[in-house]
């Protein structure tokens, strides 16, 4: 169960040196227990350290802790910390720089990680277990600042086995069959190098549990991981056009099972809470949906776009705690875990009435889901995404 004991935006400050200077890693032996760090169990501050009297403990996995700090951009830092055990510490800015140390050490060890920080003012500095069977400690951590603008990166390279895709245009590992795979390849999405186009009123793709037709990318079955176990980070430009009275899912992270741990809709239907919820208006509420660690749903609008329309979208999950922007609007919470869990995007287009919100059709029957379409009018439903990228680290 993730309990979050402390949350403190720190600004993390600078100390003058001639050359090298200190950000400050507030807490940073754990005297003052958990001030200054958020935590997820199983961890505990504990009265074995390598420096004072407290040291931080972490008992298993999804065991993890953070602290955010302000730095200066493009400068190279250095990540220290005196551990014992088998863990890794690191950096995480939520913008696609991630580097980690990983070790496995039986006395109190110094290990340190460097990097160049990117075009950003603020970064995570985060400490977890690494799916042993012992505890793990941690104590003294500091990060000093070194020189400017290409410093590099010493140390070690990046752990988690991850992929960050591609600089410009689509992600490669999008569309190269790294990661995801496609449901719907009649019409392809890839219409170009930097554009997706997901139309499932062509595509017609349908799976047994479905309420309705999807052209979607999902995350393949050999790469599902738990959502404690993932840092990943989606972003895509969003243009919808779609009739009135309809309704898709544009984004979502799925259970093993049939469920779902969250979901984002683009929807001109009746349902209550958001910021329109008027059926067949032509005016469609973006909204989110996550499964907290309790199991319970909780939404949030985010905003309203018309057919023609276009927005920023970016989904950031965080080692199992997931953040949902778009239309300036944020909203995120620690989510339920899966073992298998896995990211899906695209037009996942839903098979309801928008007044009644009852299902129409009959899952696994495609034929069902085209006169339901007809019946309701739905006649266009096209989702366009441009400067799309998929960020993602594993353990």
């Avoid at 402390?6 to 958990?34: C, H, I, K, R, Y």
Wanted: charged share 20%; hydrophobic share 30%; with cysteine.
């Amino acid at each position: 169960m993730i309990n979050q004991k402390s949350l403190f935006m720190l600004a993390a400050m600078t100390a003058s040196s001639s050359f090298v200077q200190a950000a400050t890693v507030n807490n940073a032996g754990f005297e003052d227990g958990w001030n200054n760090w958020n935590e997820t169990e199983p961890a505990a501050i504990s009265g074995s350290a390598y420096k004072g009297s407290k040291s931080l403990k972490i008992q298993g996995s999804p065991g993890r802790v953070y602290q955010n700090v302000d730095v200066d951009r493009n400068t190279q830092y250095t990540l220290s910390a005196y551990v014992l055990g088998k863990g890794q510490i690191g950096i995480n800015d939520l913008n696609g720089l991630f580097k980690s140390e990983k070790f496995n050490v039986s006395s109190w060890t110094k290990v340190s990680k460097t990097f160049t920080t990117a075009n950003t003012g603020t970064l995570q500095v985060f400490a977890k277990h690494d799916k042993s069977s012992s505890d793990v400690r941690f104590d003294d951590f500091s990060l000093t600042k070194g020189s400017s603008s290409g410093g590099g990166d010493t140390g070690g390279g990046d752990t988690g086995g991850g992929d960050t895709g591609s600089s410009s245009g689509i992600a490669s590992n999008i569309t190269n069959g790294s990661i995801f795979d496609l449901e719907g390849n009649d019409p392809h999405p890839l219409v170009n190098s930097d554009t997706l186009e997901f139309v499932p009123l062509e595509a017609r793709h349908i799976t047994p549990n479905g309420n309705g037709w999807r052209h979607e990318y999902k995350v393949k079955e050999s790469a599902r991981v738990a959502m404690t176990e993932t840092y990943e980070v989606f972003e895509a430009t969003v243009k919808v056009e779609m009739s009135d009275g309809g309704k898709t899912i544009i984004s979502q992270h799925h259970a093993s099972d049939t469920g779902t741990i969250s979901k984002v809709y683009v929807s001109d239907t009746d349902e209550s809470g958001f910021d329109d919820s008027v059926a067949d208006n032509g005016i469609f509420d973006v909204y989110v949906r996550l499964r907290n660690t309790s199991g319970k749903e909780e939404k949030h609008a985010l905003g309203t776009i018309r057919s023609g329309g276009s927005f920023n979208l970016k989904v950031v999950n965080n080692y199992g705690d997931v953040d949902v922007t778009a239309l300036g609007t944020t909203f995120g919470i620690p989510v339920e875990d899966d073992s298998e869990s896995y990211f899906k995007f695209g037009n996942y287009l839903q098979s309801q009435d928008p007044y009644t919100l009852d299902e129409c059709g009959e899952s696994g029957n495609s034929d069902s889901f085209k006169e339901c379409f007809k019946d309701l009018g739905i006649t266009k439903a096209k989702v366009t995404m441009t400067d799309v990228s998929y960020t993602r680290k594993t353990n």
